[in-house]
């Protein structure tokens, strides 16, 4: 007799979808054919404008390699979209970029050294675009290799003129509006970079800074309440010595205790009641007599010695005084700081300010002319103890601000800018009730952003450099007014539209003049360009208007914004106030934001830690996929880790994924849906219990899509594969799909639910991951009839894409909470007898699962009964070759109840008959058969019935 080859029987799976991904090669070929067919432009044509979400990018600088950082928020990004176009939404991503400002323009002016000084301004802004094109280029490029889909071919740019005719139209709509004022008051300024700098433009680090104490000497002690000492002085304390030259004034809290004390020297101080302690201790004065006593209301008008110069510093109340250090009186000069300022406009105190651009004194402070600021606080502290005016001075490390760029500590210092009003027409107010109009995500957002819009000073617009898009005001030539009127604006917006922003610079100043056009002060008629460019900030700030509002396919307000948390100061802040000042609503419907990068000890990234991982180093090892999956995988709203251990575990992960799909396909090679699939009513009913638990995870997964709470995604789908299907359904099934015939009820009834898992599960991770899914619905349409050929497999283009399709809709008959908990019945028994398994394979009485005869025995008759109606499929469920079920009143000695279940016994022995050749089940009636003397009853009848030539398999 011929002996069968009876493996060559068995439905083995078929596919030709690798177990190795490769992405790293894989997805730029991929990319490549998604480019061929202009997939981007394919989705939208497939959607209605009429139903729109608008996802405005916010813009990278153009200035170096991409992040970590920039990789999870591009990420972020690309899946909403994906999401939001496989929802039926017309969703229209448009990458952009930020192009002007400083940094540039620094790289520019190191790249030429000395030779800069001898460019003109066109020359430096025509080598600054050429940097920032490159730059672009470079990171779109980056970009794109993440997977990110979008109108590449398109994006906006801050440089472009027609973006820079959006940014006047935003400037010119706050001067007609009257929100744009010239004006002298204290900004951050950086010594390094010459230039006035945003709030979003500083960095807190620590600085070591000298810490003094300082005396001034009253001078009309006897305008003091009840006071007779004529030798008496008002103690300040500082941090910033420097300051000391432009010192006007001296506050005090009006509601504070203060104090005179007289010490053994016969010296007195007064300062504040609860820091009089403190203070003698640090100063090291010993025990002194309280000689007064007042509020500081009273004291409001004395004139103190100011203690560098030949003038009088007065005595003001304020309640920005603080007890939380020093004297509880504060040393005030109206040209180094904003409260300062306040107090410059309650008390119309005079502008002193001493320092130059260089952050060199003037002859305002003839002693140190031409001193650097920082090599001052030495020397006015060597004067200060030579004139008997310091009391004690110390270094201290403390926060302090820096310059973002060249991360050097930076100055206060008032100056002549353009400023944007932000009390001015309710600017403020109404930017407040806008905030509660949007959707914060996470909702603490609002309150980060409220608060800092409430404290926030006017927005200081004007910078001192070449590169950016110039401020349109004018200079009269007669009074040294500085004009900014919409005629001259308009007439600049015009030559921007035909040669860019480069026109104020390249044409000659009357160019922009109206004829006939007067000085409104002086009815001078000569005027010179300012030389001033506009805040960086309020070039990304106008977006809105230069992006969303001029391209008809996205319209403003945006949907959704999303960028990192220090965008409510930056981004998000400079966004709302142009939407507010120019067009009087939010910019945006929702703001969603993610947090910093950290390593896996907790430690922010940086590249002095050593610490940072490259995207470009993750992709060439892992795939971009992997990349995107441990973006899915983390709940971003909170500050996010990464390290090549947790890629690794994302990446094992991402093979369980992907070896589920290759099952899925592998036993979907000969079927067609159309043909093959069973009715609903038709499955068998543990069938029926995978759809459920697949329609329960499509119905989270979706409602976790719509909320962006993507690690819910991301585990909600993996425990699904790893547990759900491939350690239990798949599991299961496998000797079903394996075993019964081709064509058999059984196993139609089996593949019509992995098609469905297949189809169901692509759809919910395309967006998450673009490239593996695309690979996965290729693969099915080839194993499914769909397609003759795989074009992911030779040079043919993608005829359709996973990326065109939409999320799938879930048959009501498909959710069946009865039939859930009868399975979880079920599920627990299946627990119990494979912890009998384990039991019995560690002592050796069984080896592989089939080798076993199971013995459920129960004294409970709803087990009993329940048991018993499964009992045919208990076996195939348990993957054993037998299963009893016996009913006892009670366990005899030999049985023992299952711990945690006293009414179930389970004993399990080694089966005594034969395996089966063909299905490796052992069953006493193999070799029974003359025909198939090898095989069980159930494969002799597979054999006679689907394998004969008659059965046409």
Not at 81 to 99: I, L
Not at 308 to 332: A, M, R, Y
Not at 413 to 426: L, Y
């Amino acid at each position: 007799m011929t002996e069968i080859d009876y493996k060559s029987t068995l439905n083995l799976p078929v596919t030709d979808f690798p177990m190795r991904a490769k992405l790293n090669e894989r997805e730029p070929f991929i990319y490549k054919k998604w480019l061929e067919i202009r997939l981007d432009e394919e989705i939208l044509k497939q959607r209605s404008p009429d139903k729109r979400f608008t996802l405005h990018d916010g813009p990278p600088y153009a200035n170096g390699n991409i992040h970590i950082g920039h990789a999870l928020n591009k990420i972020l990004k690309d899946i909403i979209v994906r999401y939001k176009n496989m929802m039926g939404y017309y969703s229209h991503y448009v990458p952009g970029w930020d192009c002007h400002g400083l940094p540039i323009e620094q790289k520019v002016r190191e790249k030429l050294g000395s030779k800069a000084f001898d460019k003109t301004p066109l020359e430096i802004r025509t080598l600054c675009a050429e940097y920032a094109h490159k730059w672009v280029n470079t990171q779109s490029g980056q970009f794109q290799r993440l997977g990110i889909g979008g109108d590449f071919a398109h994006p906006y740019k801050t440089l472009i003129p027609e973006y820079e005719v959006g940014i006047l139209k935003a400037f010119r709509a706050l001067v007609e509006n009257d929100l744009i004022y010239r004006g002298r008051k204290p900004v951050f300024w950086c010594i390094g970079c010459g230039t006035a700098l945003a709030d979003a433009e500083v960095e807190y680090e620590n600085h070591t800074s000298d810490s003094i104490y300082v005396r001034f000497p009253v001078l009309n002690p006897e305008k003091i309440r009840d006071f007779k000492e004529k030798k008496a002085s008002i103690v300040i304390w500082t941090t910033t010595p420097w300051t000391l030259p432009a010192n006007v004034a001296v506050s005090l809290h009006p509601d504070f205790d203060y104090v005179a004390a007289r010490t053994k020297s016969g010296d007195a101080f007064i300062v504040a009641h609860y820091l009089l302690q403190d203070f003698l201790g640090k100063c090291e004065l010993g025990e002194a007599e309280i000689i007064g006593r007042w509020k500081g209301a009273e004291l409001e008008g004395l004139e103190c010695a100011h203690p560098l110069l030949e003038k009088k510093s007065i005595v003001i109340l304020g309640t920005h005084v603080t007890l939380e250090q020093g004297t509880g009186c504060v040393h005030t000069a109206p040209g180094h700081g904003y409260e300062d300022y306040l107090m410059l406009l309650k008390y119309n105190l005079p502008m002193v300010m001493p320092v130059d651009d260089n952050g060199c004194f003037t002859e305002e402070f003839p002693l140190m002319k031409g001193v650097l600021v920082w090599v001052a606080n030495g020397r006015i502290i060597e004067k200060l103890r030579e004139d008997g005016l310091l009391l004690h001075s110390e270094k201290v490390e403390h926060s302090y601000p820096h310059c973002w760029r060249c991360h050097k500590p930076i100055i206060f210092r008032a100056t002549e800018q353009w400023f944007m009003s932000v009390d001015k027409n309710e600017v403020r107010q109404r930017m407040l009730r806008a905030i509660d109009e949007v959707q914060w995500i996470p909702s603490w957002g609002r309150d980060r952003i409220y608060n800092m819009v409430v404290m926030r000073p006017d927005w200081c617009l004007s910078r001192q450099r070449k590169w950016g898009v110039p401020i349109p005001a004018v200079k009269c030539q007669k009074c040294g007014m500085d004009i900014l009127d919409l005629k001259i604006i308009d007439r600049f917006i015009e030559q921007v539209k035909e040669k860019g922003t480069d026109a104020w610079f390249s044409e000659p100043d009357e160019s922009v003049i109206p004829e006939g056009f007067q000085c409104p002060e002086c009815k001078g008629n000569a005027f010179k360009k300012n030389t001033d460019t506009l805040d960086v900030w309020f070039d990304s700030g106008s977006s809105h208007v230069a992006v969303c509002e001029q391209r008809k396919d996205l319209g403003s307000p945006a949907d959704l914004y999303l960028e990192g948390s220090d965008q409510h100061r930056g981004w998000f802040q400079s966004s709302l106030l142009v939407g507010i000042g120019a067009r009087n609503h939010a910019p945006y419907k929702a703001v969603l934001t993610h947090g910093f990068m950290l390593d896996a000890k907790g430690e922010a990234m940086s590249k002095s830690r050593g610490n940072i991982i490259a995207p470009e180093k993750i992709i060439e090892k892992l795939g971009a996929d992997v990349l995107r999956l441990w973006v899915s995988s983390e709940d971003y709203r909170e500050d996010v880790r990464i390290s090549h251990e947790i890629l690794e575990r994302i990446s094992d992960a991402y093979r369980r994924i992907r070896n589920t799909f290759r099952f899925l396909l592998g036993n979907l090679g000969d079927f067609k849906p159309e043909r093959d699939s069973l009715d609903y009513s038709r499955l068998q009913e543990f069938d029926q219990w995978a759809l459920n638990k697949l329609a329960d995870i499509t119905k989270r997964v979706l409602r976790a899509y719509e909320n962006y709470e993507f690690h819910k995604i991301y585990h909600l789908i993996h425990t699904f594969c790893v547990v759900d299907m491939s350690a239990l359904y798949l599991d299961i099934v496998k000797d079903r799909l394996y075993v019964e015939g081709k064509t058999s009820p059984e196993r139609r009834s089996c593949q019509t639910v992995l098609y469905h898992v297949a189809d169901t599960l692509l759809r919910l991770l395309a967006p998450i991951l673009p490239f593996t899914m695309e690979e996965v619905y290729q693969s099915l349409l080839v194993s499914t009839g769909k397609s003759g050929s795989n074009p992911l497999s030779d040079d043919k283009p993608i005829s359709d894409s996973i990326h065109r399709q939409r999320f799938p809709e879930i048959p009501d008959e498909w959710i069946n909470p009865h039939l859930q908990q009868k399975w979880e019945r079920l599920l627990e028994i299946r627990d119990l007898v494979v912890r009998a398994l384990e039991d019995a394979r560690r002592n050796k009485i069984i080896g592989h699962s089939l080798d076993a005869i199971v013995t459920i025995t129960t004294t409970s008759e709803e087990t009993n009964k329940f048991s018993g109606i499964y009992s045919d499929f208990l076996a195939d469920f348990c993957i054993v070759s037998h299963i009893e079920i016996n009913k006892v009143d009670r366990f005899g000695e030999a049985l023992k109840a299952m711990e945690g279940h006293p009414e179930i016994s389970i004993s399990v022995e080694k089966a005594p008959w034969p395996k089966c050749s063909r299905c490796w089940k052992l069953h006493p009636e193999v070799n029974k058969d003359t025909e198939y003397p090898e095989i069980c009853p159930r494969c002799v009848k597979v054999m006679k019935s689907y394998m004969s030539p008659q059965s046409g398999q």
